[in-house]
């Protein structure tokens, strides 16, 4: 059946569709610890592609069966969400260009890595702040579908903020096009006969109804990438606007096929200072005071990390630290567009750091800055390190909480890893309190399998106890999906869930990834081994 539904794709589509093993082997992983093999390798060559495949699942997902749509990028994803055992949708293979670029915005397709459309930004003084540190090697739509953030998301914000409007293939294949629409145009939506005028009706009527828990539930954190975003869905004006709900639903919704996204002016001249503290308190109490002036980047290391490269890389770090290990460095960045603001931030960014930190150091030099820098990324050595058969785990590695619990939230993950005798190297973006770390673990040992869950479901805790978020930019997957009740709560859990059912009646959209995740048959799909062999040909930062 499997080779008769791929030559009935493949004689209806302009693109390519394969089920041959060594292809469905390879889509069968992502950056995640699980793994699940998909039917069907679809490489699509523009929306008509897109919307035939869809429409395809649907009509036999009508006749009671279902073939889910799994839209993937690079499959860099840490929760499982570029996984799907149905339909491998695969994007960077044609669906890759840049397809208009104006003064303050650009429109691209899905496939296009990250990297690419950052180096064409540049050119034209422009750049898109929001980049995960995996924007060497990932694509724009996996940004899109994750919310994704990173360094700069402490001044800029996130992938959400910056999207203006999407192409969208619904489940059925109908293509709409998202954009804040006014109440008329609303109203005029919500008169269509088919597919997408159900959706509006439906979902409008939804917010509506659950208007006060949708805009009374907000997680106090800088970032949030968990759950869907429906308080920015309508307004009080009763403008409406799908865009910022399919940011950020990894797939779930509908398969973006375009995107518009709004760029800022790019200053390639900025000023970097590294600070070293050895008290994480006093760490905190500078990044509090450093934040009111607006830094573009504020980045942390802990000492864990530093001790973790001194033993196994030492070279890495030559030249660029002394012992003894700080306990914290915090790298912070100011690229304020005139030279005489800049110079004034880092100068009050000085007079601060000479009250509290026991060393720092500043500079405009490029060189310089990028062996600073080079501290910061260095963590990136955690995720290549392999400890006999354990390796580095990306099970607990993307929570948030208020800016004002960071060192709180660093000394309850150090006493998480003392009680499972793990070794701890902290990083991340001490500028929105959102921790990186990545347990060392054998997938092969019954025991650290077990200890995996036990590990997360103590963290996440920890974390929403804290009136933290589970993901600031990795989103749900499969991993984080199963505390999304936890987080929002029971009511509006089944609100999120309300809006899968209107966008995807069938259950055919990237099923198993944030909403109704079990975290009893996840380790039925975990890995035997951990691997980042689809990465072996960048070297990627964290």
Request: hydrophobic share 40%.
């Amino acid at each position: 059946m499997s080779q008769k539904v791929a030559q009935y794709l493949q004689q209806h589509i302009v693109g390519e569709v394969t089920t041959s093993a060594d292809a469905l082997k390879y889509f069968s992983t992502d950056g995640s610890i699980f793994e699940i093999r998909p039917k069907f390798v679809v490489y699509p060559r523009n929306t008509s592609d897109v919307r035939k495949v869809a429409r395809f699942a649907w009509q036999l997902a009508e006749r009671g069966r279902v073939i889910p749509i799994t839209a993937r990028g690079k499959g860099t994803d840490q929760a499982g969400a570029a996984l799907g055992n149905g339909i491998m949708m695969v994007f960077p293979a044609h669906m890759n260009k840049i397809l208009e670029l104006d003064r303050e915005s650009v429109t691209t397709q899905p496939g296009i890595i990250y990297a690419k459309l950052e180096q064409t930004l540049h050119t034209h003084g422009r750049f898109l702040p929001p980049y995960p540190s995996s924007s060497e090697f990932s694509t724009l739509g996996g940004a899109i579908a994750n919310n994704a953030a990173g360094e700069k998301s402490v001044k800029y914000g996130a992938t959400r903020e910056y999207v203006k409007n999407l192409n969208v293939v619904l489940a059925n294949g109908e293509l709409i096009a998202t954009k804040r629409l006014n109440k008329r145009e609303l109203s005029k939506k919500k008169g269509l006969t088919n597919f997408e005028g159900e959706v509006y009706r439906s979902l409008d009527a939804l917010i509506t109804d659950n208007w006060e828990l949708i805009n009374d539930h907000k997680i106090d954190v800088t970032k949030n990438s968990a759950g869907y975003d429906l308080s920015q869905v309508k307004k009080k004006d009763g403008s409406f606007d799908l865009t910022p709900l399919i940011v950020g639903s990894q797939g779930t919704l509908g398969i973006v096929t375009q995107a518009t996204i709004k760029t800022e002016a790019f200053n390639p001249r900025t000023t970097l200072i590294a600070a070293y503290f050895d008290d994480l308190g006093k760490a905190d109490e500078a990044v509090g005071k450093i934040l009111q002036l607006k830094p573009s980047a504020c980045e942390f290391i802990d000492e864990h990390l530093l001790k973790f490269l001194d033993k196994n890389n030492p070279q890495q770090l030559a030249g660029l630290i002394n012992k003894p290990f700080p306990k914290i460095i915090v790298l912070v960045e100011f690229d304020d567009l005139t030279e005489r603001t800049q110079n004034r931030n880092a100068k009050k960014c000085r007079k601060i750091l000479q009250d509290i930190a026991f060393e720092f150091s500043m500079t405009t030099d490029e060189h310089e800055k990028e062996n600073l820098w080079k501290i910061r990324h260095s963590a990136a050595a955690v995720i290549w390190h392999a400890q006999g058969k354990a390796k580095a785990l990306p099970i607990i590695e993307d929570g948030v909480v208020p800016q004002a619990k960071f060192t709180e939230f660093v000394n309850n993950v150090y006493e998480i890893f003392a009680k499972y005798h793990l070794d701890v190297a902290l990083w991340g973006h001490a500028g929105d309190a959102n921790i990186h770390m990545q347990p060392f673990l054998d997938l092969a040992n019954p025991t650290d399998r077990q200890k995996i869950f036990a590990v997360a479901n103590e963290y996440y805790n920890m974390v929403i106890e804290m009136g933290g978020s589970t993901s600031g930019e990795h989103n749900d997957g499969r991993m984080r999906g199963p505390y999304l009740p936890k987080l929002y709560g029971p009511e509006l859990y089944e609100v999120f869930t309300k809006v899968k059912q209107i966008f995807d009646p069938h259950n055919m959209l990237n099923p198993g990834v944030k909403i109704d995740v079990d975290q009893k048959t996840l380790p039925g799909i975990m890995r035997r081994e951990y691997s980042m062999e689809h990465l072996y040909d960048n070297m990627p930062r964290t």
